[in-house]
């Protein structure tokens, strides 16, 4: 692995974290340690390098979502009804207005933006045109799509949640996991989540990784030639379960992010929990402080930075009582580690990734 002098970003209210890949933002102080100071990564074997102190960099955006990347090594997200470009020298912009409603991003192998639309409830394309891809599932319309992945045949999975209250009920629909094949047919290929949410490929294609917000477990589908989905089973156990508190429960998973050698990243309630191919928990990249991370994406240079966004009004902070304080801007330099690019995912869908 190569060392490399490079920015750490994070945005918050909207967080935007990019970690050197195979780096990500720090873990916490457990309670106990020295005296509070900047919050520091501890090693994770083969994923991050300790000591890396966590940057914050903006605090003036939205609530993110849906981060994806480009093939020129930018990232695209959500920030309000906005599509925001962060190019590779870490300049924003503004990529496409007017995507109200859409939380989640994916590129298919035209080069075409997709974005899953809560509301209206739509698949659609939101460049280089626009055109609803799916709104409907044998006459009956779709309920509340969150996030998305393709496979390598174009076919969209796409986790499709239950509706708010103020949207039109839709008794005859179960919420659950839904697929559209390449020749644009829908249909419900899972309907055993309680709350899905994240969905990212293996690197091989052949399984199908996804988040529920109100499990304990990631779990994961055996792929089926013609995209049905089989053998569900509990992929990996998350330190950052769901939790009841005054208000609700609090989920536990959201977004999904793999990498080329098959690590799974899960941005949970407590920060990014990384499992090996075989589901064995390999560590937690804590972020503490308002709501979690709530999505992520790898993207930069052969896709080798993790970015992080999160939906908070609160800055995050350490379990040790180290604070990232300030408006505006913090700029600091720090050493990240690169993965080589064969562990980068190249071809995996989800919400984070475009296909090359």
């Keep these: 692995m190569a060392v490399s ?3 750490n970003i994070i945005l918050n ?3 935007l974290v990019i970690i050197g890949t195979g780096l990500c933002l720090g873990q916490a102080p457990l309670p106990g340690d020295p005296a509070p100071g900047p919050a520091v990564a501890l090693d994770i074997l083969g994923v991050v390098k300790g000591g890396t102190p966590v940057e914050l960099l903006r605090t003036d955006l939205g609530g993110s979502e849906g981060p994806v990347a480009a093939s020129d090594g930018s990232l695209l997200f959500m920030s309000g009804s906005t599509i925001t470009r962060v190019d590779p020298q870490g300049r924003f912009s503004t990529y496409l207005q007017d995507a109200s409603g859409v939380t989640g991003l994916a590129f298919d192998t035209l080069g075409r933006l997709i974005g899953a639309r809560t509301d209206p409830a739509q698949i659609l394309v939101l460049a280089p045109h626009r055109e609803v891809l799916a709104d409907t599932i044998n006459g009956v319309p779709l309920l509340r799509p969150n996030d998305l992945t393709l496979d390598p045949r174009g076919g969209i999975y796409f986790s499709d949640q239950p509706r708010r209250p103020g949207q039109r009920p839709v008794p005859e629909r179960r919420h659950g996991l839904l697929y559209r094949s390449p020749d644009g047919i829908v249909r419900q290929v899972a309907d055993d989540i309680k709350a899905p949410n994240g969905l990212v490929l293996s690197p091989d ?11 304990e477990f990631i779990l994961a589908y055996d792929i089926q030639p013609d995209g049905a989905l089989m053998n569900r089973r509990n992929f990996g156990k998350l330190q950052g379960g769901p939790i009841q508190t ?3 429960i609090q989920r536990s998973a959201d977004g999904l992010a ?7 990243y899960v941005a949970s309630r407590l920060g990014v929990e990384v499992f090996d191919p075989r589901g064995r928990h390999l560590g937690l990249i804590r972020i503490v402080g308002g709501t979690g991370p709530q999505n992520l994406a790898f993207a930069g240079p052969n896709k080798s930075l993790l970015f992080v966004v999160r939906r908070s009004s609160d800055l995050a902070h350490s379990d040790g009582g ?10 600091i330099e720090v050493e990240i580690l ?7 995912c190249r071809s995996c869908g989800g919400a984070s990734d475009e296909a090359v």
């Design 258 to 264: 793999i990498d080329g050698d098959g690590r799974l």
């Design 205 to 215: 294609g052949r399984v199908l990784y996804a988040a529920d917000s109100y499990g």
């Design 13 to 15: 209210a909207s967080l």
């Design 338 to 344: 690169t993965l080589a690019p064969r562990q980068v």
């Design 246 to 248: 005054a208000t609700g």
């Design 322 to 331: 180290s604070r990232l304080h300030g408006a505006g801007e913090v700029k």
């Design 5 to 7: 002098r490079l920015r």
